[in-house]
T-cell receptor, first 114, second 113 residues
Framework: GESVGLHLPTLSVQEGDNSIINCAYS??????FIWYKQESGKGPQFIID?????DKRQGQRVTVLLNKTVKHLSLQIAATQPGDSAVYFC?????????????FGQGTILTVHP | DGGITQSPKYLFRKEGQNVTLSCEQN?????MYWYRQDPGQGLRLIYY???????QKGDIAEGYSVSREKKESFPLTVTSAQKNPTAFYLC????????????FGQGTRLTVV
């Protein structure tokens, strides 16, 4: 998994498998979290978000889990497809005087093999 | 067609020159951001603006300058004081002051030659 400030990890899966990408955040005051997907040479695209008053949120083929006790965020992708191959970033909104300023993790490279 | 337009897509700069990267949005979003991305790295915040005529330094503002004279526009100038400017630059916008997703442009790749 990834953590803000650490090296870029990689995850390789077979098409049709489920993927789990992890992210550890450091600021216990963060109250809003986002997962982004970035394809090579493009800007990040929003995947799913979650607020700190929730511990799970589901989208189409994606689920985000938030564990505030251990400051951990994960993105689950069901039935992973080759088109899911990209770099995935988590971002946290630190709130307070920095409200609206997102802090990004280093990213995880997901490679899906046909 | 709504969105964020960054131009140019590729930019080459000679050492010692200032260059300006354009970011225009027609989403009517209040907040705009500039991020820098280096190979194999996450995004680092350069400058941000939450309202017209106001902006704040991010984590790596040295060697950069911005202006926010119009809601739609947030240009970034990479000055000669930026010692290692070669990178991928991303502009983003956000509704209101925060707690919502940021929308990104397609980026400008700046190379110093």
């Amino acid at each position: 998994g990834e953590s803000v400030g650490l090296h870029l990890p990689t995850l390789s899966v077979q098409e049709g498998d489920n993927s789990i990408i992890n992210c550890a955040y450091s600021n216990s005051a963060s109250d809003y979290f986002i997962w982004y997907k970035q394809e090579s040479g493009k800007g990040p695209q929003f995947i799913i978000d979650i607020r700190s008053n929730m511990d799970k949120r589901q989208g189409q083929r994606v689920t985000v889990l938030l564990n505030k006790t251990v400051k951990h965020l994960s993105l689950q992708i069901a039935a992973t497809q080759p088109g899911d191959s990209a770099v995935y970033f988590c971002a946290e909104d630190s709130g307070g005087t920095s409200y609206g300023k997102l802090t990004f993790g280093q990213g995880t490279i997901l490679t899906v093999h046909p | 067609d709504g969105g964020i337009t960054q131009s140019p897509k590729y930019l080459f700069r000679k050492e010692g020159q200032n260059v300006t990267l354009s970011c225009e949005q027609n989403l009517n979003h209040d907040a705009m951001y500039w991020y820098r991305q280096d190979p194999g790295q996450g995004l680092r915040l350069i400058y941000y603006s939450q309202i017209v005529n106001d902006f704040q330094k991010g984590d790596i503002a040295e060697g950069y300058s911005v202006s926010r004279e119009k809601k739609e526009s947030f240009p970034l100038t990479v000055t000669s004081a930026q010692k290692n400017p070669t990178a991928f630059y991303l502009c983003a916008t956000q509704v209101g002051r925060g707690g919502t997703e940021a929308f990104f442009g397609q980026g400008t790749r700046l190379t110093v030659v």
